[in-house]
């Protein structure tokens, strides 16, 4: 199957394909790197997105953590 979707490649009869089809499949070959790197940055922006929202999530549990401590008094014994 993949040979009929490449330059050059075979038919289904086992002829060399139409050489008049090799622009069309080089443009179909280019069209699927874009589609892939397209993938790769979207899937590299959300990496970047989901740290970004952990270090948020950090944030608020520190802060949270500090303002709950400063209700603690620091010798309850006294």
Known sequence: MRAAAEPGGLSGTGDRADPGLDPLY???????????????????????????????????VARLRGSAMAGVPANPAS
Not at 29 to 44: L, Q, V
């Open 26 to 60: 080089r443009e179909m070959r280019r069209i699927r790197e874009i589609a892939e790197s397209r993938e790769a940055a979207d899937r590299g922006r959300g990496v970047a997105e989901l740290t970004r929202e952990v270090a948020e999530l950090r944030a608020t």
